[in-house]
């Protein structure tokens, strides 16, 4: 997808590399730090963002989950809570998106959120199944959801908030027995559901705040998206 060598956090939307968008937001929250894990081209996303945002190195790209566990080493012993965003669907969010389901969160008393969209059926993204309160039951990756004969709207946008206690004690229980053999960060959902820790849902207003870019059609539309 574009300049094959360019880490995809730095391909540009609107003139600007992707991720800046999601600092931005992150320091408009004045959240009391941002790092940012890198591992493909490293050294041309520390040159082109700097100091913006401190760095963790995952030196064998094993999957989300890992990418947790490597930025999890670099969080203050202060911070009690963790915010996780995706560099590469996160440009979209409104600051005050990311502010109420922050306060949703806290008011919640919440030890794992995530934010939800509903997307048609066509989109191939993983999926959020809720049980007959609609309370989180289950998250599914794609292929787990074409098998499964479920039918829901609801995905997960990958943006999670962790009791960072919890997180410790809980990310080194990810296994990577998967067809792709990678630590899922999705993984974590299904942990704390099977021991009976609440986890928060709040789905998005606008679904259109949530853009991935996986493709060249997607990267355009982002490009599109931008200019209106």
């Known amino acids: 997808m574009g300049d094959s060598n360019k880490p995809k956090v730095l391909l540009e939307i609107g003139r600007r590399p992707m991720i800046e968008y999601t600092i931005d937001k ?3 929250l004045r959240v009391s730090e941002i790092i940012l894990v890198v591992g493909h081209g490293a050294e041309d996303v520390k040159t082109c963002i700097g100091p913006l945002c401190r760095y963790a190195y995952q030196e064998n790209p094993e999957g989300t989950g890992d990418a947790v566990k490597v930025g999890l080493q670099e969080v ?22 990311l502010k109420k389901f922050m306060a949703s969160h806290i008011e919640s008393g919440d030890v794992v959120s995530i934010i939800t969209a509903d997307k048609p059926q066509t989109d191939r993204v993983g999926r959020i199944i809720r049980d007959e309160n609609g309370q989180f039951k289950l998250t599914l990756e794609v292929w787990e959801y074409k098998k499964s004969g479920l039918k829901t709207d609801e995905v997960n946008c990958g943006v999670y908030l962790f009791d960072k206690k919890w997180l410790k004690n809980h990310i080194d229980q990810l296994d990577n027995n998967n067809d792709k053999k990678e ?46």
């Not at 996986?214 to 200019?227: S, V």
Request: proline letters at 3%; zero cysteines.
């Open 26 to 28: 992150l320091n408009s």
């Open 76 to 97: 203050s012993s202060n911070s009690d809570t963790v915010m996780v965003l995706y560099g590469d669907d996160s440009a979209f969010y409104k600051v005050e998106t």
């Open 183 to 228: 630590y899922r960060i999705t993984e974590l959902l299904n942990l704390a559901h099977a021991e009976g820790t609440k986890i928060g849902l709040f789905k998005l207003e606008d679904p259109g705040e949530w853009v991935g870019v996986n493709t060249p059609e997607e990267l355009e539309r982002a490009n599109k998206l931008m200019q209106i």
